[in-house]
């Protein structure tokens, strides 16, 4: 049975830094595109980031230029570097594994997920 684990979530600054990580089990985790997407209370799930299996990446407009996602193949790990943090950035982050690589905006393209890590970004 496949497994992700989130850890880093936390209570943050406006204008601090977050790391989050994502540990993936059981699953031949190279062959996966890999994404970040969070949801806040009263709101669907929206997309956060994406690396796919080569190492090419997107992003929500939202988190352009503030958030890096990275992976590492051979720790089946995958991260997501938030700098410069809003309070509009609060929300549990998901992270997710997928073969669909052209529907990496939306949940749809996902086959796996974490249970998620809670992000909370005060002003």
């Known amino acids: 049975q496949v497994q992700m684990v989130e850890s880093g979530g936390g209570l943050v600054q406006a204008g601090g830094s977050l790391s989050l990580s994502c540990a993936a089990s059981?699953?031949?985790?190279?062959?996966?595109?890999m994404g970040w997407f969070r949801q806040a209370p009263g709101k669907e799930r929206e997309f956060v980031a994406q690396i796919s299996r080569r190492g090419t990446t997107n992003y929500a407009d939202s988190v352009k230029g503030r958030f890096t996602i990275s992976r590492d193949n051979a720790k089946k790990t995958v991260y997501l570097q938030m700098n410069a943090v809003k309070p509009e950035d609060t929300a549990n982050y998901y992270c997710a594994a997928g073969v669909r690589e052209s529907y990496y905006y939306t949940p749809q393209g996902y086959s796996y997920w974490g249970q998620g890590t809670q992000v909370t970004v005060s002003s």
């Open positions: 059981r699953l031949t985790f190279n062959i996966y595109s």
